[in-house]
Every structure is written in structure tokens, then in C-alpha cells.
């Protein structure tokens, strides 16, 4: 093996288990049973429905198990993150233990993330013994630990590559698109393969260290570089984002998905503040207390993600250095030899980072002028973290000079634990629920004993996903606690917001007892799981419920969920002839709105409504509805449904007779070409609304 080569694969290697070492010693996983999940609360929730949906042999766009009544469409939730899932896919070859696959993916993307910071350091002419220390100390900065399995899809494995490149780019190391490096490709690949905010902020660095290669070198070479290994990014993403751009483009795009607006970026920034506070909980008492000082100061605003955002005293070192050279750069100015071109390159892209970033940052104008679906900009703290790394392992450099090859490798090692537990953040890794997780696990095997499989199972409440508010004491996703426990069942949470089977949820929970338990016994449910943490003290419906069914529920072992059996009640309610056609507002439209005797749905530019005969039997309806564009103008407005297409003057009342199948549905897509309205609120983009609908037969 050439020496160089020789090099890499030790400096990768003994990095990766280096921070799988110090990650082992800081959270004790000796003594954790990775058959729990380290994360059992909120969004760690989703990557284990992802996990279990993959391990049953589902992919990331559709799950029949849950979702019910019509099944789970992600397409409208893409979180983009093809090659985590393909980890998860590839565990799934040795375990069907959903906690255990996403443990291990957390666990090997840390000791991947390490390698490749530490062949990333080795390009960039630093010694085996500080690449392999350095990569390690990346992999494990604070980010990780707040992250951990909660945010899955933050993992940095991408983020040294693409670093490495627009440092290399930005140091004029490359004449023409034939002398980039492959590692550059398969950095912008990896990063459009990984989480959408990942492959912005990649975009967004390279950009930057176009930029500031113009401003170097005075010619183009440096920005058309940048935009070629951009552009990579852009046509990886939309590769791995199109089964959702083609079902965007034949059904519309879903109004509920629109939950973001710019104002959140003032939330959701990074805080320079925070980049250099120590962690919760610091080993060194000088340290807690600093932490703790700042932590009751109260400044405005409550803190959130961008608490994550932290670089440990190493990394502090290092960003302080970069701060200290780029004003040093300001008041001398020249060029200096090969580390002071290193440690200025990642001065100028970390302050572009920060002014981009930061809270009342320029990212202001992008989510007022452009979009504001990237709104938690707190997530570009991992090339922060990385030019901040770099920064401190040049000031590591000395060893190399003044120790002989054991001592150094010995007092990198110290380094390298010592960062370890500066930066480790146990008690937000690692939740220590496995007494919540075994008894859900008991009280759902007890009551898969009750149904036959594959039955169907009704949730209580109803909540929207993704875009959840959590009722009365529930935590985000506590919903999805049954169906990770589940092998027998299908389930009617999450269903995505504005497809049919989240408004058919919506509507069906809405509903007053006997109706919801009528509605729900047609559609074929055979259960009600009701989770009555979900309601204020004597709001839950569980003893209304056990009235109309004359039978008491199981209950948990803490009585927090109850179970109610519907198949008895299912075989002897008769369903009533004058039962109502359920009508549900999907994709475009947003939420019911009422005044002066009316009800109203507000639609972007495409909208659809469907139909659902809760009979079996087959129906003829009237369908009627009053349209009107929000400029108020004459335009047209197209219905397309199974029988053609109808053209409808804005102003007038649309009528038509439909034929609806036996426990069938029937969807009309309305289409306007009118121009949109923005309320003064900014909070809608408005073209129509539909009022007045009315389904008789």
C-alpha cells in the first residue's frame, strides 16, 4: 500500500475508534442496553417509525401500517435523508430491532464523521496524530450529543468534505473543473443524498468560498468552480427529492405543509453567544457555574435549538483564533506563509457563516424575499465547528516539533479524551426511558391478544403531523409510542396533514361519541387507543366511550392509555340511511374558517376536495358550493372529477351530480389561474376559497 494511502487508513481508522472510544467512556454505553432507544421522547420518535417501517420493508414515502384509514403518503413530508435510510436499511439485513438500527446508525455516523474530518485534516498537511485527534474531537462536539437520536437527520458525516473543498478552492488549489479532487464530488454528492439543511448550507459555503476567491484572485476561476460543485449539490437533491416534486406536480402542493413563516429565523439563529458557553452539566465547576450564570440572565427569546450550537473549549480556542487572525489580518494586512493562508481561509468562511446565520442575520432576507422553509439556521454550526477544529489543531502543531512519536501520541490521545468529556452533553443524548419503553411494550402486546392482525385501531386524540400542537401533557410524537410497539396492528397516527387520511381523522375525532364510534366502526376500525394525557382534567371522552359501548377499556399499568375493544359494537350498529357524505379539504386548502352563517376554506392556486361514502352501498349526490377568487375578479375556475372537466366563473355557485361507490371515494382538483393575494399578516398565499359546500342525495 503506497505510504500515503497507508497514512489516510490509519489516521481514518484510529480516529473513527478514537471517538467511538471517548463517545463509549462519556456515555457510559457499557453500561446502556442499545436494545432501548437512547431517545424516547418527541422527534427521536419519527426516526424509530422510520427504522421499524424499513425494517418491516416499507421505504421512506409510504407506510400501510399506519395512516389508517387510506394508508401514510410522506410525499408531502420529505425529509430528505436517502442515505441514513439506506444505513437503516442496510441494519435491517442483521436486526429488526428499530431502537438497536438507530443507535448503531448514530453510533457508526460518529465514527464515519471522525474519519472523514481526519482525512480531511490529513489534505491539509497536519500529522497523522492531530488528524486522527482532531477528526475524533469534530465527531463529538457538543451538536452531537444535543442531537443525538432526537435529530437523526443532523448528522455531519457530509460536512468535512465539502469544508475541505471550499477551503481548497478558496486557497486557489485547483486551475479548471478536470484538477478538482473526486473527494470534492463525493462530498457535494453525500451532502445532496443527506438532510435538506445540509445540502443548503453546503451550497451556501460554497458560495462563500467562491466569493471570497474572486475577492483573492481577481478572476472567475473560483466562482464557476463553486457553482459547478453547487450546482452538484442542487441536481443530487432534486434527484432524491423527485418521487415529491412529481407528485407535487400532478396533485398540487399540500396547504398544510406552509407552517413556516420568516419571522421564525429571529427564533431558530444561531447565537455567537452560545458557540462559545460551556455545556449543561461541565465536569469543572468554573465551567457549570459560567454555564448556569448565562443560563438565568433571561435575555428575550427562550432558548432553543440554537442552545445546540456549542464548540467546547477546544473548539472556543479555535474560534477565538480565527476571530483574533481576521482582525489581525484587518489591521496589518499581507499574506502569510501556508498555515496562515489555512487559519485566514477559514476566518473569512466562518465570519460568512456567522453574518449569514446569525440571528438578524442576512438569512433574514432570504426567508422574507425567497423562502422560508429553511428557518432553523442555528443547523450551519457544523462548518462552524469544522474551520473552528482547524483552527485549533494548527495551535496543536508545536507537539509535532517538540515530542518524540510515543509521547505525542500519548498527549494527543490525553487531548482527545479531555475534549471528550468538555464537550459531552450525556444527560441530552441519552434519556434513560427504558422503564416508559418496557411498560408501552407490555400494555401493546397485551392488547394485540385482543384483535386479529392486521385490524385497524383508532387513535384519540386527533393531532395534525407534522406540524403538531401538543394537547393538555403530551409530548410531541407521543402518538407513534403504539405502532414502535406494534407487530400485529395498523394504526390511524401519523397521518400527514391535508391528505385524505389526515382530514378523514380530523373530521372523524370532531365528531360527537356515538357519531365518531359509528363513523370509525364503517370505515373498519376495531379499536380506539386513547391516550388520555391528551386532554385537561375531565375533558377526556374515555367514560362516554365506555358508556356507548357498555364495556369498560384495558388500561395501562399507569392508566395513561386506555383501550377500547369495537368489534361487538361494530357488528351491531346498523348504519343509518341518512348517514351524511364526509367531505374533506385536501392538498391546497387551508383550515375551516366561519362568520355571518357561512363556512369557508381559503385554497392556494390548487386545491381538492374528496368525497368519502361511509355506506356500502353505492349513492347519487348533488354536490353544490359557492366560489370566489380573492382579487374578487371574474376569473375562471377549473373542476376536474372522474365524469370531465368543469369551467366555473368566480362569484357564481358551482352544482353537479356525482355518483359515489360503496364505502368509496371521489376527489375534484379545482384549479384557478387567478393572480394570489397576500394578507397583511403574510402568513397565506390566497387565491380562492369555497364556501357554503353542500352533499345531498
Known amino acids: 500500500m503506497p505510504r500515503s494511502k497507508g497514512r489516510t487508513l490509519l489516521a481514518s481508522s484510529a480516529s473513527a475508534l478514537l471517538s467511538v472510544v471517548v463517545l463509549s467512556l462519556t456515555l457510559r454505553l457499557d453500561r446502556v442496553d442499545l436494545r432501548f432507544p437512547l431517545n424516547y421522547l418527541a422527534d427521536a420518535n419519527i426516526f424509530l417509525l422510520r427504522a421499524k417501517a424499513i425494517a418491516e420493508g416499507h421505504w421512506i414515502w409510504w407506510n400501510p401500517r399506519i395512516g389508517m384509514p387510506f394508508g401514510a403518503d410522506f410525499h ?106 473526486l473527494y470534492a464530488w463525493i462530498g457535494c454528492v453525500v451532502a445532496g443524498l443527506s438532510y435538506a439543511y445540509t445540502a443548503f448550507f453546503a451550497v451556501f459555503v460554497l458560495a462563500a468560498a467562491g466569493l471570497l476567491g474572486f475577492l483573492k484572485f481577481r478572476n472567475l476561476r473560483a466562482p464557476l468552480l463553486a457553482a459547478a460543485l453547487a450546482a452538484a ?64 440572565t433571561k435575555y428575550p427569546q427562550f432558548p432553543n435549538e440554537n442552545e445546540t450550537g456549542r464548540l467546547g473549549t477546544l473548539g472556543s480556542i479555535g474560534f477565538l483564533s480565527l476571530l483574533v487572525f481576521a482582525a489581525r489580518m484587518l489591521v496589518k494586512g499581507g499574506a502569510g506563509a501556508s498555515a496562515c493562508e489555512l487559519v485566514g481561509s477559514c476566518s473569512g468562511l466562518t465570519l460568512l457563516c456567522i453574518l449569514f446565520a446569525t440571528v438578524a442575520g442576512f438569512n433574514d432576507f432570504f426567508s422574507a424575499f425567497i423562502s422560508p422553509e429553511i428557518r432553523c439556521y442555528t443547523r450551519i454550526f457544523p462548518f462552524i465547528g469544522f474551520f473552528s477544529v482547524i483552527a485549533a489543531a494548527t495551535l496543536l502543531r508545536p507537539l509535532d516539533r517538540r515530542l518524540p512519536p510515543i509521547p505525542r501520541i500519548l498527549v494527543l490521545t490525553a487531548i482527545t479524551v479531555l475534549a471528550g468529556f468538555d464537550q459531552a452533553v450525556p ?122 359501548l357498555a364495556a369498560a377499556p384495558r388500561q395501562s399499568a399507569d392508566r395513561r392509555f386506555a383501550f377500547f375493544n369495537l368489534r361487538g359494537y361494530a357488528s351491531a350498529a346498523q348504519p343509518l340511511a341518512h348517514d351524511p357524505v364526509q367531505v374533506l379539504f385536501e392538498r391546497g386548502f387551508y383550515y375551516e374558517e366561519r362568520g355571518a352563517g357561512h363556512v369557508w376554506h381559503w385554497s392556494l392556486r390548487r386545491g381538492r376536495i374528496t368525497l368519502i361514502n361511509p355506506l356500502n352501498a353505492p349513492r347519487k349526490l348533488t354536490l353544490s358550493m359557492r366560489l370566489q377568487t380573492a382579487d374578487e375578479k371574474p376569473h375562471a375556475i377549473r373542476i376536474s372529477h372522474p365524469a370531465g372537466t368543469d369551467h366555473v366563473a368566480a362569484g357564481s355557485t358551482y352544482t353537479r351530480t356525482l355518483d359515489l361507490p360503496p364505502l368509496g371515494s371521489l376527489a375534484l382538483d379545482l384549479t384557478c389561474d387567478c393572480p394570489p393575494v397576500r394578507p397583511q399578516d403574510a402568513s397565506r398565499v390566497l387565491y380562492f376559497f369555497v364556501s357554503d359546500v353542500a352533499a345531498r342525495d
Open 76 to 181: 408531502d413530508f420529505p425529509m430528505n435523508i436517502t442515505l441514513d435510510s439506506s444505513l437503516l436499511w442496510l441494519l435491517s439485513r442483521f436486526t429488526s430491532s428499530p431502537p438497536l438500527m438507530v443507535n448503531l446508525e448514530w453510533i457508526i455516523a460518529i465514527a464515519v464523521t471522525a474519519a472523514l474530518a481526519a482525512y480531511a485534516l490529513l489534505r491539509l498537511d497536519f500529522s497523522l496524530t492531530i488528524a486522527a485527534s482532531c477528526g475524533a474531537i469534530f465527531a463529538l462536539l457538543p451538536y452531537v450529543y444535543f442531537r443525538a437520536t432526537h435529530h437523526l437527520h443532523c448528522l455531519y458525516y457530509a460536512i468535512p468534505l465539502v469544508a475541505l473543498a471550499a477551503i481548497d478552492l478558496l486557497r486557489g488549489k485547483w486551475t479548471s473543473i478536470r484538477s478538482v479532487p
Open 233 to 296: 449539490v442542487g441536481v443530487t437533491v432534486l434527484v432524491d427529492l423527485s418521487p415529491a416534486l412529481l407528485f407535487w406536480a400532478r396533485n398540487g402542493v399540500n396547504a398544510s405543509m406552509a407552517f413556516k413563516s420568516p419571522a421564525e429565523t429571529e427564533l431558530y439563529g444561531l447565537k455567537i453567544r452560545y458557540l462559545v458557553t460551556p455545556v449543561p452539566d461541565h465536569p469543572i465547576q468554573l465551567f457549570r457555574a459560567a454555564e448556569a450564570r448565562l443560563a438565568t
Open 427 to 548: 444527560s441530552r443524548a441519552y434519556d434513560h426511558s427504558e422503564a416508559v419503553y418496557r411498560r408501552d411494550d407490555d400494555f401493546v402486546r397485551e392488547i394485540e391478544t385482543v384483535l386479529p392482525p392486521n385490524s385497524e385501531v383508532f387513535q384519540l386524540p386527533y393531532t395534525d403531523f407534522p406540524n403538531e400542537l401538543p394537547l393538555g401533557k403530551l409530548v410531541m410524537n407521543d402518538s407513534l409510542r403504539p405502532y414502535l410497539h406494534s407487530s400485529k396492528y395498523r394504526w390511524s397516527w401519523p397521518a400527514v396533514s391535508g391528505t385524505t387520511s389526515g382530514e378523514w381523522n380530523r373530521l372523524a375525532a370532531a365528531l360527537p361519541v356515538p357519531e365518531m364510534l359509528r363513523a370509525i366502526s364503517q370505515r373498519g376500525f376495531s379499536g380506539i387507543w386513547l391516550d388520555q394525557d391528551g386532554y385537561n382534567a375531565g375533558a377526556s371522552p374515555a367514560n362516554a366511550i365506555a358508556q356507548e
